[in-house]
């Protein structure tokens, strides 16, 4: 396993943490995605169906950008200045605790891949960097070529 500060990230797709069935329910409603889109049963491979494969996903991944924000107040704000990475957390952070707000790339990612897992989609999680030369920056004169940000 890996470790991320004192948290452990699984890396066999067996280890990776789930939501249940009710949790889905909760994250549907939280995202607003449209009655049309609802699964009956929302856990297990429905992900393979011909109802619920590509315009499900493409439904999920649209809902879920529009409704938790991007934020990182807590790594600013808090008192300890971190971040979890448990999904059971990050789940609570985001529907239960209905405080409307976001949270950080590896937060939000983090759901929705364990949405789309619990939903019985194939996830592969892979990290990324901004790299420069595709920003505003690049078209200064004094610039020294593509560099990349931190992790």
């Known amino acids: ?5 004192s948290e452990e990230i699984p890396h066999s797709r ?5 939501y249940s069935s009710a949790q889905l329910s909760v ?3 939280r995202i607003g995605l449209p009655i049309s889109y609802l699964p009956t049963n929302p856990v297990g ?4 169906t011909e109802d ?13 950008l529009t409704a938790i924000p991007f934020e990182n107040l807590s790594m600013h704000y808090s008192h300890n200045r971190g971040m979890t990475l448990d999904m059971q957390e990050i789940y609570s952070i985001f529907t239960d605790q209905g405080r409307g707000r976001g949270g950080h790339c590896l937060q939000m990612n983090g759901l ?3 949405v789309l897992s619990s ?10 960097r901004v790299n ?5 920056v690049a078209r200064n004169p004094g610039y020294k070529g593509p560099s990349y940000n931190g992790w």
């Open 1 to 5: 396993m890996n470790s991320i500060g």
């Open 14 to 18: 067996s280890e990776r943490p789930l």
């Open 27 to 29: 994250y549907f409603t």
């Open 45 to 48: 491979p429905i992900a393979h």
């Open 52 to 64: 619920y494969g590509l315009e499900f996903l493409n439904a999920l991944m649209r809902h879920h």
């Open 112 to 114: 929705f891949g364990t």
């Open 119 to 128: 939903l019985g989609f194939h996830v592969t999680t892979v990290a990324a």
């Open 132 to 136: 420069t030369a595709c920003q505003a």
